[in-house]
C-alpha cells in the first residue's frame, strides 16, 4: 500500500525536486568524506585505503564509543563490556535443590506429621475422658447432671460402709466360731472349765482352812462371777447375732 502511495506521489510530482533531477541525485550519492570536513590522518598522508578498512574502521568506533551491536568484521577490534559482570561459572534463576536441603525437607516433614499426630491422639484422650468410660454419648444438660449426682452419692455410701466395717472383712464361721477344735466356741468351753476348775480348788482349799481363814473367795463371789460372765457372752452372741444373722 505504501509502494502504490509513492508510485501516485511520484507520478503527481510531490516528492522531492533532488529526485526528479539526475545531477542532484548524482551529487547526493557522492561519497561522506566529500560531505564533511574531518579528514583521517591515514587519508591525509596520501594513503591508499579501501573502503572495506574504512567501514571497518568506522564500525569499530562506533562500537567503543556508544557500544552499538553492530556485527563485527576481521579487522575490528574486539569487543569491550561496560559494567560489572558476573563470575564465571555462576549460574542464574532458580536451580535445583542439593541432597542436604531434600534431606533437611524430609526431616522436618516427619517431625510436622509426628506432631500432628500427638496432637490429634491427645485429643481423643480427652474426649474419652470426658465421656462416661468412653462408652456411648456423653450425657449433658439435667440427664448429665442427675447422673453426677447419682454417681457421687454411690461413692458417698460406699465410702460410709467401708468406715463402719473397719475395712476388715472377716468369715461368719470364723467370727461365731462354728466348727474346728481351735474355734471360737471351743476355745470359750476350755476357758470355763480352767475357771471352773481353779474355783473348785480354791473351794476346797478354803473348806479345809476353815471359815475364819479368809484365804480365797467365797461362794457367792464365785457365783457373781459366773453370772457376770455369762452375761457378757450373751450379750456379744446376740451383737454377732443381730449383725449377721
Given at each position: 500500500?505504501?509502494?502504490?502511495?509513492?508510485?501516485?506521489?511520484?507520478?503527481?510530482?510531490?516528492?522531492?525536486?533532488?529526485?526528479?533531477?539526475?545531477?542532484?541525485?548524482?551529487?547526493?550519492?557522492?561519497?561522506?568524506s566529500?560531505?564533511?570536513?574531518?579528514?583521517?590522518?591515514?587519508?591525509?598522508?596520501?594513503?591508499?585505503?579501501?573502503?572495506?578498512?574504512?567501514?571497518?574502521?568506522?564500525?569499530?568506533?562506533?562500537?567503543?564509543?556508544?557500544?552499538?551491536?553492530?556485527?563485527?568484521?576481521?579487522?575490528?577490534?574486539?569487543?569491550?563490556?561496560?559494567?560489572?559482570?558476573?563470575?564465571p561459572?555462576?549460574?542464574?534463576?532458580?536451580?535445583?535443590?542439593?541432597?542436604?536441603?531434600?534431606?533437611?525437607?524430609?526431616?522436618?516433614?516427619?517431625?510436622?506429621?509426628r506432631?500432628?499426630?500427638?496432637?490429634?491422639n491427645?485429643?481423643?484422650?480427652?474426649?474419652i475422658?470426658?465421656?462416661?468410660?468412653?462408652?456411648?454419648?456423653?450425657?449433658?444438660?439435667r440427664?448429665?447432671?442427675?447422673?453426677?449426682?447419682?454417681?457421687?452419692?454411690?461413692?458417698?455410701?460406699?465410702?460410709?460402709?467401708?468406715?463402719?466395717?473397719?475395712?476388715?472383712?472377716?468369715?461368719?464361721?470364723?467370727l461365731?466360731?462354728?466348727?474346728?477344735?481351735?474355734?471360737?466356741?471351743?476355745?470359750?468351753?476350755?476357758?470355763?472349765a480352767?475357771?471352773?476348775?481353779?474355783?473348785?480348788?480354791?473351794?476346797?482349799?478354803?473348806?479345809?482352812?476353815?471359815?475364819?481363814?479368809?484365804?480365797?473367795?467365797?461362794?457367792?463371789?464365785?457365783?457373781?462371777?459366773?453370772?457376770?460372765?455369762?452375761?457378757?457372752?450373751?450379750?456379744?452372741?446376740?451383737?454377732?447375732?443381730?449383725?449377721?444373722?
Amino acid at each position: 500500500m505504501e509502494y502504490l502511495l509513492r508510485i501516485k506521489a511520484w507520478n503527481k510530482g510531490k516528492l522531492p525536486k533532488e529526485l526528479y533531477n539526475a545531477d542532484e541525485a548524482a551529487e547526493s550519492a557522492q561519497p561522506a568524506s566529500s560531505q564533511t570536513s574531518y579528514r583521517w590522518s591515514f587519508a591525509d598522508n596520501g594513503l591508499k585505503v579501501s573502503s572495506a578498512e574504512l567501514r571497518a574502521a568506522r564500525e569499530a568506533v562506533s562500537q567503543a564509543t556508544y557500544d552499538l551491536d553492530a556485527p563485527p568484521t576481521a579487522s575490528a577490534a574486539p569487543k569491550r563490556t561496560q559494567g560489572p559482570s558476573l563470575p564465571p561459572g555462576r549460574s542464574m534463576g532458580p536451580s535445583l535443590p542439593s541432597a542436604s536441603d531434600l534431606t533437611l525437607q524430609r526431616e522436618e516433614a516427619a517431625e510436622l506429621a509426628r506432631g500432628e499426630r500427638r496432637t490429634a491422639n491427645k485429643r481423643a484422650r480427652e474426649r474419652i475422658e470426658d465421656e462416661d468410660g468412653g462408652i456411648g454419648p456423653k450425657a449433658v444438660g439435667r440427664e448429665g447432671m442427675m447422673e453426677k449426682k447419682r454417681a457421687r452419692r454411690e461413692d458417698d455410701k460406699a465410702m460410709r460402709d467401708r468406715k463402719e466395717d473397719g475395712g476388715l472383712e472377716v468369715r461368719e464361721d470364723v467370727l461365731m466360731g462354728a466348727g474346728g477344735s481351735d474355734s471360737f466356741q471351743a476355745a470359750i468351753a476350755r476357758r470355763d472349765a480352767a475357771r471352773a476348775r481353779w474355783a473348785e480348788k480354791k473351794a476346797t482349799t478354803g473348806n479345809g482352812s476353815g471359815p475364819s481363814n479368809g484365804n480365797g473367795p467365797s461362794n457367792d463371789r464365785l457365783e457373781a462371777m459366773k453370772a457376770r460372765e455369762a452375761e457378757t457372752m450373751a450379750m456379744f452372741r446376740n451383737m454377732a447375732k443381730e449383725r449377721f444373722g
